[in-house]
């Protein structure tokens, strides 16, 4: 995932995801099919398999690398052949998990008896996996992680080999730590999509990259250039020099520029639409959140506020800023007026109690408008309750201040719009004009606003600040037309009427009729860069041809795209051969709705807890770890005390109904009770968390492992099946998920995972029922 | 026999006078440049001359008539043919014109532009390409291209000012010296956006020393038109 994040983008994790489940699922359907011979042959295949799993493991990235299966994502949209070369990398990360699935499954089934003891060791290992996966992504560059963690299952091997074949083995066990050390000391260079920010920044003059380091929020690199210089949207008006800079990248994404705070004397800093709130007054205290490299920092320090206080989540960002670009900065981050917390925004307005004159946020969206790439990323700062978080955080004359690209089809500055007046509507406040400034110079645009309306002072102030730059007011109180377009014109002037629909009274009219998605983001389903509209995509096709239509709104459609692809290989990989086995009985359906099931709701569970927790603990990186580790160590123990458990009908419903329950309570309590306690100390927010994390991913970690051992009382055959359809379900619950939440948000995702277990509670009847009537035949 | 042989002398140089893409490129004007509004009778006819073929990488030539842009390496692109028209339609070219292109690229913007006006001064940041272009555009016998390898930043003060400066890589802000090196009068075009993206095609106008700017049209692979 890491490394198809750097040389790609995000979007390919869920490619290595439903790849890595697809070679459990298929792993599962092989041995279905050729069960007896695999089990006659398992002594050595299980071990087998898995020093076959290690050695592709370490030697992926480099084969992935070869000419014949590089791919750029870009490029396939320009050059079809590029097609086979993403199917050629799906297939050399698919081997690794097929070949470690097919050891895996097979001691499952020989070592059915011990299945509790065996899944708690199996869930338990992946949990402790999440864990080790930080501390060797703060240690390892990511290139060096694969072949060091290959050695696990090379080492596992050793340990399971028959005695019989020890001599060979030795060999190409000995062979098989010499590949992977080889791989380790020699990594193969990982290289990035020519299209890639980073990729082009290097093409400056003497460019090169002057810091490097991974960490668990992906890889960050600094590059320097004498050509190159930072300045957003700037203004017509500024004739001096644009200062160099150094330009930060994590993942090989653009971050932020490293700006010299040049004693608060950055002149350029004033010629940007970003400076209208203090132009309209002056601004003692300053909040800035998701504050990055620090350019609304250094703007705040230019424009002399007293108390400026930058949030910023990522620590080694701010550890870069504080020492070794601290000389680039002009110790900026030292600044004696600054404080900066290192946690995410959100978190951090839903416990600080101050009072700010401004709030600033960080441009909506890139350089250029974008292309969706954001899609399917939570943006918890940019939803209709963050705004309300941050008004409560403003003295009576503070402001909020948001800036965008104007992208076009419009769609930014429109979203931004209707978050904004959907707050002031929240707060009873319906003269919308009164208290929203906003201000565009011929690239970008600034919001502006008040909870107190706009005075008279103020509006004079953006005027001449407008004159003085040759910006144009776009919403002002008393604004004539041709105010708006006095420096900057615009061929397509509907954006004028959909910023005055947005400010009218029947504004979700509105919303449904445009062909984008700009209704306010909330926090149950916080997409704020999703804008497409699956009813628009017809409408996109006549505009700008099918094949330009990704171009707009990449993210969600190779979301959509892989989706499409998973169910499609899942079906023909793991469910169509298992309808060649030799089973009798009405014991294949039961099976499939069984661990169907408890596959989706496992994968929707993990998912919302994910996402809850991300707020929770303001960071996405320990969230995810978190939530993951604690739920599998949790499920382990689960599984583990299953084995205790009589697999009978009762106890399975009545397992299945605890989880279900849990579920139900989790829907309407779990957001109120994180919400309450989101101010506590950290050690306190873990023991919760955890609490809330265990009490039903230990429930969770029954029902696998009771399934496998009633169905195998009764067909020994259907247990490779029933390994085979959890793949499956796992693998098109991990898409669908993301499908889910975007469309009917998070709670709907918690009640369909809690519909799932009701329907594994149900068909535990008929599963119960049907592998009895098999015995008995 | 001598009329044979001078029909076997026409039909032969015919033949090696043949330019492959002959007609592809007029259909390229017709269909992707004309149909779509550009009118100008000097832009279209530099654009059916210019062998945007030669322009990209060989094993690319098959496409290169298609309607969109196509990658020349270190990231860079050829703009798709209507962009490269539509530009140099709206800057209005003529012959004694003299102007400067930041973003040299692959050349095929300057040889279009070499066609028309009198002097073209074009800027590459990119070694290689700046290279690689200044050489093929001296192959095929532009001797009205100048060609440099340095930052577009600072424009080419030593033959400023200009009619028109045509900036055909993206940029996150307008360089405070190309507008000082804009003649009065003069255009300047510059694309907001990044290759494979949304590209906002920008006009600048400077007129008694103030400037004006006006977002014309979004362009990414085709032009965009308002389907409702």
């Known amino acids: ?777 | 026999m001598h009329i044979l042989t001078l029909i076997l002398i026409l039909c032969l140089s015919a033949f090696l006078q043949e330019d492959p893409y002959v007609r592809d490129r007029e259909r390229m004007v017709r269909t992707q440049i004309e149909m779509r509004g550009i009118k100008d009778q000097v832009t279209l006819s530099s654009m059916k001359k210019v062998q945007r073929h030669l322009f990209v990488p060989k094993d690319l030539r098959d496409n290169a008539y298609d309607d969109r842009p196509l990658p020349i390496g270190y990231g860079q692109t050829i703009s798709q043919p209507f962009i490269v028209a539509y530009m140099t339609e709206i800057i209005r070219p003529d012959k004694n014109s003299k102007m400067l292109e930041i973003g040299t690229g692959s050349g095929y913007q300057a040889a279009v532009l070499a066609e028309i006006i009198s002097d073209v001064y074009t800027i590459e940041i990119i070694t290689e390409l700046s290279n690689s272009s200044a050489k093929r555009l001296k192959e095929l016998g532009y001797k009205n291209v100048y060609v440099k390898n340095a930052d577009g930043y600072y424009g080419w003060k030593e033959h400023a000012p200009f009619d028109a400066i045509i900036v055909t890589a993206a940029s996150e802000y307008i360089p405070p010296p190309l507008i000082e090196q804009l003649k009065d009068g003069g255009r300047m075009i510059i694309p907001v956006g990044s290759p494979f993206q949304t590209q906002m095609l920008m006009l600048i106008e400077k007129k008694d020393g103030k400037v004006t700017t006006k977002s014309l049209m979004p362009v990414m692979f085709v032009p965009f038109k308002r389907g409702k």
């Open chain 1, 1 to 777: 995932m890491h490394i198809f994040s750097i040389t790609q983008w995000y979007h390919f994790a869920f490619m290595v995801i439903s790849v890595a489940l697809l070679g459990f699922g298929a792993a599962g359907s092989f041995i279905a099919l050729f069960k007896n011979r695999l089990i006659a042959n398992a002594p050595w295949l299980i071990p087998f398999s898995m020093l076959i799993s290690g050695l592709l493991q370490c030697s992926a990235i480099f084969l992935s690398q070869l000419p014949f299966a590089r791919f750029d994502s870009y490029l396939i949209f320009a050059d079809y052949s590029q097609f086979i070369n993403l199917i050629i990398t799906y297939l050399i990360f698919f081997l690794p998990f097929f070949f470690g699935a097919l050891s895996i499954g097979l001691s499952f089934i020989i070592y059915i008896d011990q299945i509790g003891k065996l899944y708690f060791s199996n869930l338990t290992g992946s949990g402790l996996g999440g864990i080790a996966a930080l501390i060797l992504y703060s240690i390892f560059l990511p290139e060096e992680i694969s072949s060091l963690i290959s050695l696990l299952p090379i080492i596992s091997a050793l340990i399971l080999f028959p005695k019989n074949y020890k001599r060979i083995f030795t060999v190409i066990f000995t062979l098989s730590i010499a590949v992977s050390v080889f791989f380790f000391i020699n990594p193969s260079a990982l290289k990035k999509s020519e299209f890639k920010s980073i990729s082009k920044t290097l093409n400056l003059i003497d460019a090169k990259v002057v810091f490097i380091k991974n960490s668990p929020y992906g890889l960050i690199e600094v590059v320097s250039s004498p050509v190159l210089r930072y300045s957003q949207g700037l203004s017509l008006a500024y004739q001096k020099e644009v200062p160099q800079s150094k330009a930060i990248f994590l993942n090989g994404d653009w971050f932020g520029a490293i700006v010299k705070a040049n004693n608060g004397k950055n002149e350029f800093l004033h010629y940007t639409t970003t400076a209208l709130p203090y132009a309209m007054k002056e601004k003692e205290s300053v909040l800035i959140l998701n504050a990055g490299s620090g350019i609304e920092t250094a703007q705040a320090i230019s424009y002399n506020a007293n108390r400026i206080t930058a949030v910023e989540q990522n620590s080694i960002i701010i550890s870069l800023m504080k020492n070794e670009f601290a000389e680039d900065s002009d110790s900026l981050y030292h600044h004696k007026n600054l404080t900066i917390r290192n946690i995410d925004s959100r978190t951090f307005l839903q416990a600080d109690t101050n009072k700010y004159d401004l709030i600033t946020l960080p441009y909506t969206n890139s350089f250029g408008g974008g292309v969706g790439l954001y899609a399917l990323q939570e943006q918890y700062l940019l939803t209709v309750d963050s705004f309300e978080d941050m008004f409560d955080h403003l003295n009576s004359e503070g402001v909020i201040c948001v800036s965008s690209w104007i992208d076009y089809p419009f769609r930014n500055p429109l979203k931004v719009l209707s978050t904004i007046v959907e707050v002031l509507h929240e707060k009873n406040i319906t003269e919308f004009k009164n208290h929203i400034a906003a201000v565009k110079s011929w690239g970008t645009i600034t919001f502006v606003v008040k909870i107190s309306p706009l005075n008279s002072e103020e509006i004079m102030n953006i005027r001449s600040f407008c004159d003085l730059l040759m910006f144009d007011p776009v919403i002002l109180p008393d604004l004539s037309e041709s105010e708006r377009i006095k420096y900057n014109s615009m061929q397509d002037e509907k954006f004028f009427e959909y910023i005055d629909e947005i400010l009218s009274g029947h504004r979700s009219r509105f919303y449904e009729e445009y062909d984008f998605n700009i209704k306010p983001a909330d926090d149950d389903q916080p997409y704020f860069s999703q804008f497409l509209k699956w009813k628009s995509l017809s409408y996109l096709k006549d505009v700008y041809g099918i094949r330009n239509a990704p171009f707009l709104e990449i993210g969600y459609l190779l979301v959509m795209i892989t989706f499409i692809q998973i169910v499609i290989i899942a079906f023909v990989l793991i469910v169509l051969p298992l309808f060649k086995t030799d089973l009798k009985g009405n014991g294949k359906l039961k099976t499939l709705i069984y661990f169907g099931a408890i596959g989706l709701g496992y994968m929707f569970v993990e998912i919302i807890f994910i996402q809850r927790f991300i707020l929770y603990f303001g960071n996405i990186i320990y969230a995810a770890a978190a939530v993951i580790s604690s739920m599998l160590i949790c499920s382990g123990v689960g599984s583990y005390l299953s084995s205790k458990i009589k697999g009978s009908k009762r106890n399975l419903i009545f397992i299945c109904g605890l989880i279900l329950a849990v579920l139900i309570l989790y829907k309407f309590l779990l957001t109120p009770v994180l919400q309450s306690t989101i101010g506590f100390e950290f050690f306190l927010k873990v023991v919760i968390a955890f609490f809330l994390i265990a009490v039903p991913s230990f429930l969770m970690g029954m029902p696998f492992p009771i399934g496998l051992k009633i169905i195998s009382a009764g067909n020994k055959s259907l247990v490779a099946w029933a390994w085979g359809i959890n793949g499956c379900s796992s693998v098109v619950s991990s898409i669908l998920v993301v499908v889910v939440a975007v469309e009917l948000g998070f709670a709907v995702v918690i009640l369909i995972a809690a519909l799932s277990y009701l329907t594994a509670a149900l068909t535990n009847v008929s599963l119960y029922h049907s592998v009895s009537n098999n015995n008995l035949e």
